[in-house]
């Protein structure tokens, strides 16, 4: 193994020790019962941290994810991770028929990372609904990207690549 | 500890921009002209003299629906004193929007907003997103996210004492 790629494997880990104990805390939400719409019903191992996934869209040679936005347009338009999608808002109809059309003609394996960042992850509407809509067209290699407060401060204030427009 | 790292096995990305959204305190707050949803023009210029409550929100942010009572409240109570609070809907389209602005019976003008106007103001790249600007015109305070509302309270209070 290389030392460059020793070095990437070692950051991977380290990255998921840190993850798993500070910012999953918030992720795994209420004790309560959980709608199964909330953000809060994607299951803590399908959940991708923002530096995970920079990693996999830095790292090469490896297959990188279909990365699909499942929020508002107008905040796509501002701002949306280089290289990823708009799919249409979860929490609304027109939104998940986008998102269903999109995804029609893949495999069902298809490693899919889909985010939103329009609200704090416990508030959000769309992540949720955009989850279980692809678990139930039977998607098995769907993550969702878990982002605390909004997408400025967890991607683009963080330096990672973004793009504008449609 | 995770950033040191990352910034030792990898750079960020040269395409990658800052929000730019803190830049604007303590600057001349962008000027914009919207049509409310009434049918009436909001140009923040003509607002001048006012302590502006700049809001943006959408009708699908359970945190901004929480907020927007408290604004209209704020405006009937303080707006003798010069408060004008305006909301910037940044949903896709205005059919929620006036469904939502007439069932709160807002006492304050809403208008569309776009990514033309997000980007004016540093990118709206989450919400709610709230921006108090003096009688001067210049950005006084920014609050991401869910805020407590004393909080925007008391600079507020600050600002209409000047």
Not at chain 1, 147 to 157: C, Q, R, S
């Amino acid at each position: 193994m290389r030392l460059g790629q020793i070095q990437r494997t070692l950051a991977l880990a380290v990255l998921a020790l840190l993850t798993t104990s500070q910012s999953f805390v918030r992720a795994q939400g209420p004790a309560a019962a959980v709608s199964p719409e909330s953000a809060f019903s994607i299951p803590k191992t399908q959940l991708l941290q923002p530096e995970e996934l920079n990693f996999m869209l830095h790292a090469q040679g490896a297959k990188k994810p279909l990365v699909l936005q499942v929020g508002s347009h107008v905040l796509f338009s501002q701002a949306h991770i280089a290289g990823s999608e708009y799919a249409g808002p979860g929490s609304q109809e027109a939104g998940r028929a986008l998102l269903q059309q999109r995804v029609a003609p893949l495999p069902r394996s298809t490693f899919i990372v889909i985010y939103c960042g329009c609200c704090p992850w416990e508030r959000c509407p769309n992540i949720g609904r955009a989850f279980k809509l692809l678990h139930d067209l039977g998607f098995i290699n769907v993550k969702a990207l878990y982002i605390a407060d909004n997408f400025g401060t967890g991607w683009v204030d963080k330096g990672y690549p973004v793009e504008r427009g449609q | 500890m995770a950033c040191l790292l990352l910034g030792v096995c990898f750079a960020p990305c040269t395409s990658a921009t800052a929000s730019g959204a803190e830049s604007l305190l303590d600057s001349k707050a962008p000027e914009f002209t919207r049509i409310d949803l009434k049918g009436k023009r909001v140009n923040l210029g003509r607002l001048r003299g006012k302590i502006v409550l700049l809001n943006f929100w959408a009708t699908w942010c359970a945190p901004c629906q929480t907020e927007m009572p408290v604004f209209k409240e704020w405006q009937r109570q303080y707006g003798s004193q010069g408060l004008q609070v305006v909301g910037i809907s940044m949903d896709d389209d205005d059919a929620p929007v006036r469904k939502l602005a007439a069932k709160l019976s807002l006492n304050y003008p809403v208008a569309m907003g776009d990514a033309r106007l997000g980007m004016l103001y540093g990118g709206v790249l989450g919400l709610p997103l709230t921006y108090l600007i003096d009688r001067q015109g210049v950005v006084r305070a920014r609050f991401q996210g869910e805020t407590d509302p004393a909080a925007i309270e008391t600079q507020l209070k600050q600002l209409l004492a000047r």
